[in-house]
């Protein structure tokens, strides 16, 4: 960067405090815009006037929990962050407290939302939290003042649906549809839901149905249920399977159990019970074997003693275990517990295998 726009840039940022700009950006020509109607018209003006490329960024206020987005060091995957290259290739990733990795340091609750302003139009939308440093490689970043969540969400609703500032672009709708997950706006969770519906091509569909059960909390898990119950595409049907296994609503998991007993769709059974084996649960593996013995689909049972193998503390051995010493059990259904016992490193397990061997 010239020495000249460095002292630029340093002047704007001694006196940003009344912009309220972020001190983790740097390496920027800053400028302020206020945002006093409707903030897209007012993103569709300044596509109009950037003679150059530039970004334009605001803040709002993120969904409750403890998450980070920024860069990841390649060196040190999932244990820091680093700072974020507008102008390069990285993408954001999610760091959770779910697993106990967010810095207490880095816990933000402010999100902030970038577009990239080309050739009269958005051509490239990224989301990150207030903590994470974003590098912007010497461009013209103008900040929007007093921008308001609903205003947002409603422009990244648009964004996500194949509104014309972003055109066909698929990776730019799901980026819009990301940074609309996680605001914390009245009239989010029914724009998330509506993105999840039959209006919008199935990869879409697919993300905001995640988003659903990953961000949206109760709003998200009653979404998810209503799409159950209208949802006639299997595939769709085994993304909400996975869906509800990221919901903290307690009821999400009884909501996946009912799917595994009764959807008409083999393949959604199967994979429900799949998910449950991986929710590690209590009463998972009383439902998966539960589908062993009375699920009428062949292929059902043999999903659910792979699924029986994916349960965590050993329930899943022992359970393997009673299936391949009870003699009334069919014989493909034995055989099936037998591969997948071997597979396992339980010396119970090779033990038992010895066993039938020798006879």
């Given at each position: 960067m010239k020495a000249s726009t460095c002292l630029i840039a340093a002047v704007i940022l001694a006196g940003a405090?009344?912009?309220?700009?972020?001190?983790?950006?740097?390496?920027?020509?800053?400028?302020?815009?206020?945002?006093?109607?409707?903030?897209?018209?007012?993103?569709?003006?300044?596509?109009?006037e950037a003679g150059e490329p530039a970004w334009v960024v605001y803040s709002i206020p993120m969904v409750e929990g403890e998450r980070l987005l920024c860069c990841n060091d390649s060196h040190s995957w999932g244990a820091r962050a680093k700072s974020c290259e507008l102008e390069g290739r990285e993408r954001n990733f999610v760091m959770s407290n779910r697993r106990g990795l967010v810095p207490a340091s880095m816990v933000s609750r402010d999100l902030l939302v970038f577009l990239?302003?080309?050739?009269?139009?958005?051509?490239?939308?990224?989301?990150?939290?207030?903590?994470?440093?974003?590098?912007?490689?010497?461009?013209?970043?103008?900040?929007?003042?007093?921008?308001?969540?609903?205003?947002?969400?409603k422009m990244l609703h648009q964004f996500a649906a194949g509104d014309r500032l972003v055109g066909n672009d698929e990776d730019l709708a799901e980026e819009a549809l990301t940074a609309l997950a996680l605001h914390e706006a009245p009239g989010t969770d029914a724009a998330v839901e509506e993105l999840a519906g039959p209006a919008h091509p199935e990869d879409l569909r697919e993300e905001a149905i995640f988003w659903l059960g990953h961000l949206r909390g109760r709003a998200g898990y009653a979404a998810l249920d209503r799409l159950l119950e209208s949802e006639k595409n299997a595939d769709l049907k085994e993304e909400i399977a996975f869906a509800l296994t990221q919901s903290p609503v307690p009821e999400a998991i009884d909501r996946l159990e009912k799917l595994a007993r009764t959807d008409s769709s083999p393949e959604v059974r199967g994979e429900a019970l799949f998910w449950l084996a991986q929710s590690g649960s209590a009463g998972a593996g009383a439902t998966i074997v539960e589908a062993i013995e009375q699920d009428p689909d062949h292929a059902v049972r043999e999903e659910a003693i792979f699924a029986l193998s994916q349960l965590p503390d050993q329930e899943g051995t022992d359970l393997l275990l009673e299936i391949l010493r009870d003699g009334s059990q069919p014989?493909?259904?034995?055989?099936?517990?037998?591969?997948?016992?071997?597979?396992?490193?339980?010396?119970?397990?090779?033990?038992?295998v010895s066993d039938i061997l020798q006879k």
């Open positions: 405090s009344a912009w309220a700009v972020p001190a983790e950006i740097t390496n920027a020509e800053f400028e302020s815009v206020p945002v006093t109607g409707d903030l897209q018209q007012t993103v569709e003006r300044l596509a109009r990239r302003l080309e050739s009269d139009r958005v051509s490239d939308l990224r989301a990150y939290s207030q903590s994470c440093p974003v590098d912007a490689g010497g461009t013209r970043v103008v900040w929007l003042e007093q921008v308001s969540p609903e205003s947002s969400a014989d493909d259904i034995r055989q099936e517990a037998l591969f997948w016992l071997v597979q396992s490193d339980d010396d119970r397990a090779l033990d038992l």
